[in-house]
């Protein structure tokens, strides 16, 4: 198969991820990066063996497919672009600042019929990818996503910023529309300033419930995500790539015996009991595959195929239409 010709528009801290994987990457052929900074064009094109393009015109006639990873706000500006030159696009998350830049993004997508990915890069982190090879019907999700401020994605609040990966994993894992929000936020910069902190409660119309909370103000990291269904429970970390099962059926009958036994009077003092005998935890096979690679390596796929992205335009103005439901129940709740 022929490398992809691909670019890499914004060379922040993202961006030059991004370089470093595509250069590193046999399927692709990295043509170029570009950056409102010259500077920080040429210094990224050096060390990645590429080169610095001084406009996206350029840049747009030698490439075929383009990493997005400037600001939020310029999302819908640098895609259409892209688009319109019939090249395909990776856009870091959020797809756009609102769902009407979002639903334009996706609409010109379908219309040219070109591949538009959308960087939930929580998607391809090798513990989701671990809990999605189980049939789960959650009926109750629980998300933790806490970290110090890093003063990146501040023109954004933590909704856009942060909470943003859980709501795109929440609403693959609910499979079925919102049917209820609410929320509480605070801005520590006080009124008028975006949300630093965010609790949000997703009520979905066949019944599951996802809760969400999302600070940049922390003082610790934790990204965390639990599900409980019917028939399991499962226990993610994002950050240290782990998950674990513990199945119903393979834990019902010692739990029925040991209720039993507290019933009858044979057991008088929980101590007695050791959970770790009660409760089967399973840990799942994870695989070491960096998130940024296997996103690429989908991508590219994508791209040569015409099949569907793995997370998709769509999929991207879902989860910013949620996004901006939490961001106005945030509102509502301060009136």
Do not use: W
């Amino acid at each position: 198969m022929t490398p992809l010709n691909i670019a890499v528009i914004g060379c922040g801290r993202m961006g030059r991820l991004h370089a470093r994987v595509c250069s590193q990457f046999p399927a692709v052929n990295l043509t170029g990066v570009l950056d409102i900074s010259a500077d920080a064009a040429k210094n990224c094109a050096q060390q990645y063996s590429t080169r610095a393009y001084d406009d996206l015109s350029s840049l747009l006639r030698d490439a075929q497919a383009c990493i997005i990873a400037v600001p939020t706000q310029q999302h819908l500006e640098i895609a259409t672009q892209c688009l319109q030159a019939g090249v395909a696009c990776l856009i870091e998350k959020p797809l756009a600042a609102d769902s009407a830049a979002a639903q334009r993004i996706a609409d010109l997508a379908q219309s040219k019929n070109i591949t538009v990915q959308v960087g939930h890069i929580e998607r391809f982190n090798p513990a989701v990818r671990a809990m999605g090879t189980l049939s789960i019907r959650p009926r109750f999700i629980e998300v933790t996503r806490i970290s110090p401020l890093t003063f990146r994605s501040i023109d954004v609040g933590v909704v856009l910023d942060m909470m943003i990966h859980d709501i795109d994993i929440v609403l693959q894992l609910a499979a079925s529309p919102v049917a209820k929000v609410d929320a509480v936020g605070v801005a520590i910069l006080g009124p008028g300033a975006a949300e630093d902190i965010c609790n949000a409660r997703l009520t979905f119309e066949n019944g599951c419930v996802a809760n969400l909370t999302a600070s940049r103000l922390a003082l610790k990291t934790e990204r965390k995500l639990r599900v409980f269904s019917p028939d399991a429970y499962i226990s993610l970390d994002y950050q240290k790539k782990y998950a674990m099962v513990a199945r119903r059926g393979g834990n019902l009958e010692a739990i029925r015996d040991a209720v039993a036994k507290i019933r009858a009077g044979e057991i008088t003092d929980l101590s007695q009991l050791n959970f770790a005998d009660l409760v089967n935890l399973e840990e799942l096979a994870i695989d070491d595959v960096e998130p940024l690679r296997a996103q690429l390596e989908s991508f590219v796929d994508s791209v040569h195929t015409h099949h569907p992205p793995l997370v998709s335009a769509l999929d991207g103005l879902a989860a910013v239409r949620t996004a901006e439901r939490i961001v106005a129940a945030i509102h509502q709740q301060a009136l």
